[in-house]
């Protein structure tokens, strides 16, 4: 067997202090108010049992790596941190189930004890107007092509010939 095909195994092992990715952890004051805000997990595996759960704490890492970074989710795959889908997957979850609405209720509430939010000075912006190339349409959307296929004239052939509506190989004469 060829052994150029095969992705070759990773033969120094990664430190545990990645530059990389420790810089995005997330710090334990902030895990402390995360922590209390989780869905509660059931475990619906049939048995009871079933694959050993990813640690909450690598998965909220995970996620702040991403919104901290701008990345894909793909890019957590070569991280260390959570497989994208396990992360991606626990992200919805946890949006279903308002922890980041929670999280940043948290966060305006001890802000307002450490520094005081004078709620009687507040401003809001807004617009209440269309948008100027959107709105609706006074006609329906057509669902097919603007160029009928008969009009379309390929580069690198000859010329179709006319389309008819009588349908068959030859035109009457």
């Not at 793909?74 to 922890?99: G, I, M, P, Y």
Request: glycine letters at 8%; charged letters at 25%; one cysteine or more.
């Amino acid at each position: 067997m060829n052994t150029l095909l095969q992705p070759t195994k990773r033969t120094r092992t990664r430190t545990p202090n990645n530059r990389t990715t420790t810089g995005f952890r997330i710090s334990e004051a902030l895990w402390a108010v995360l922590a209390p805000l989780l869905p509660v997990r059931v475990n619906t595996h049939r048995f009871g049992g079933g694959r050993p759960r990813v640690p909450d704490r690598r998965c909220a890492d995970a996620m702040f790596y991403v919104l901290r970074t701008g990345c894909q989710w793909e890019a957590l795959n070569q991280t260390e941190l959570c497989a994208k889908s396990t992360a991606h997957d626990r992200f919805q979850e946890w949006v279903a189930a308002d922890v980041f609405v929670k999280l940043w209720q948290a966060g305006v509430e001890q802000f307002d004890e450490l520094q005081g939010i004078d709620w009687h000075w507040l401003s809001m912006d807004g617009a209440m107007t269309k948008a100027p190339l959107g709105g609706e349409k006074n006609r329906p959307e057509s669902d097919r092509p603007r160029q009928r296929w008969s009009q379309a004239q390929p580069v690198d052939r000859r010329p179709r010939r006319a389309y008819w509506a009588g349908g068959g190989g030859r035109q009457p004469a």
